[in-house]
């Protein structure tokens, strides 16, 4: 029996990019990967950029910083592939059916 580690990012990667800033996303992003052991996975909910435009202005740090981001939610997985060092992605909501209205976001598995 094989048990692997995982961690989970569900609709807090925007507040986390928001508040700190690219910088702060790519920690993340290295600090779960750097956390996980070999096949360890990481589950990622990532938000679209429709809604960091409605949270931009929840506080002067994120609406400065989101004025400064470079990084954008449709990058994230070449990102988390290329430049942190996951080897491998699936979106595990693209064969879901059903969503309720305002969750129908990607559930992305990534593999160390």
Not at 14 to 33: A, R, Y
Not at 57 to 77: D, G, W
Not at 78 to 94: A, Q, T, W
Request: charged residues 20%; proline residues 4%; contains cysteine.
């Amino acid at each position: 029996m094989f048990i692997y580690f995982c961690s989970f990012v569900l609709s807090v990667s925007k507040w986390i990019h928001l508040n700190w800033g690219d910088e702060g996303l790519i920690t993340l992003f290295s600090k779960v990967w750097r956390l996980l052991k070999p096949d360890g996975v990481f589950i990622l909910e990532p938000q679209p950029w429709k809604s960091y435009i409605s949270c931009r202005q929840v506080s002067e740090v994120a609406s400065t910083n989101y004025k400064n981001l470079t990084i954008f939610p449709q990058q994230f997985q070449e990102i988390l592939l290329d430049k942190i060092g996951f080897r491998k992605i699936e979106n595990l909501s693209s064969s879901l059916t059903g969503s309720k209205t305002g969750f129908n976001r990607p559930i992305l598995a990534l593999w160390k």
